[in-house]
């Protein structure tokens, strides 16, 4: 059973800039399958923020694009999401996925909050 992990959430101001992590516990495994991160905010459904084939070929949710980007690094098996330009809508709980091909996986969350 694969773990997904991530990390480098927290609060941050309007205008500021957070990068997530979002580590693989089997060797190799984030090479072999689409990646996303989602969001989701207190009372809110669960959105796509970004995704990534492993050809590289990526998207974005309207409302990051621009602002955000994904990125994978196979050798240290860890896909990566930078955040710039945060905004308060912003603020929600932060999920990594493995997804296409074969079952999905989520990692535990972290929070991202942007102040005003």
């Known amino acids: 059973q694969v773990q997904l992990v991530e990390s480098g959430g927290g609060l941050v101001q309007t205008g500021g800039s957070l990068r997530l992590s979002c580590a693989a516990s089997?060797?190799?495994?984030?090479?072999?399958?689409?990646m996303g991160w989602y969001r989701q905010a207190p009372g809110n459904q669960r959105e796509l923020v970004a995704a990534?084939?492993?050809?590289?070929?990526?998207d974005y949710a309207g409302a990051v694009k621009g602002r955000f980007t994904i990125s994978r690094d196979n050798a240290k098996n860890t896909v990566y999401l930078q955040m710039n330009s945060l905004k308060p809508e912003d603020t929600a709980v932060y999920y990594c996925r493995a997804g296409y091909p074969g079952s999905p996986y989520w990692g535990q969350g972290t929070q991202v909050t942007v102040s005003s």
């Open positions: 990534i084939t492993t050809d590289g070929i990526t």
């Open positions: 089997i060797h190799a495994f984030i090479s072999l399958r689409t």
